[in-house]
Nanobody
Framework: QVQVVESGGGLVQAGGSLRLSCAAS????????MGWFRQAPGKEREFVAA????????EYADSVKGRFTISRDNAKNTVYLQMSSLKPEDTAVYYC??????????????????WGQGTQVTVSS
């Protein structure tokens, strides 16, 4: 099993930037695909970005492509989500997820078994 803990959320003005971090426990971090999802009030949790376990392949939701960048540091068991040009519609609780997934399943929320508690991101207009 793996435990994941998010950090880095906060309040930022529209157009600003934030970097979220997700620290994962365990010695097998390199074997896990890592994903970021978000959930706004009254809405379902949606895919944001993901990075594959070995190929380094990345996937992004269309709504964040070109503004967000996901990366991982296997030496630190950490995945990052750099968010730039933030918009009020990016306001949500952001969740980190992990699982040993094939590349084709990176976007699939139901395929991830391990989730963090979430971190709030609020973008003011």
């Amino acid at each position: 099993q793996v435990q994941v803990v998010e950090s880095g959320g906060g309040l930022v003005q529209a157009g600003g930037s934030l970097r979220l971090s997700c620290a994962a426990s365990g010695r097998t971090f390199v074997s896990y695909a890592m994903g970021w999802f978000r959930q706004a009030p009254g809405k379902e949790r949606e895919f944001v970005a993901a990075i594959a376990r070995s190929s380094g392949r990345t996937e992004y939701a269309d709504s964040v492509k070109g503004r967000f960048t996901i990366s991982r540091d296997n030496a630190k068991n950490t995945v990052y989500l750099q968010m730039s040009s933030l918009k009020p519609e990016d306001t949500a609780v952001y969740y980190c997820a992990a699982d040993s997934l094939p590349d084709y399943a990176l976007r699939s929320r139901s395929q991830y078994d391990y989730w963090g508690q979430g971190t709030q991101v609020t973008v003011s207009s």
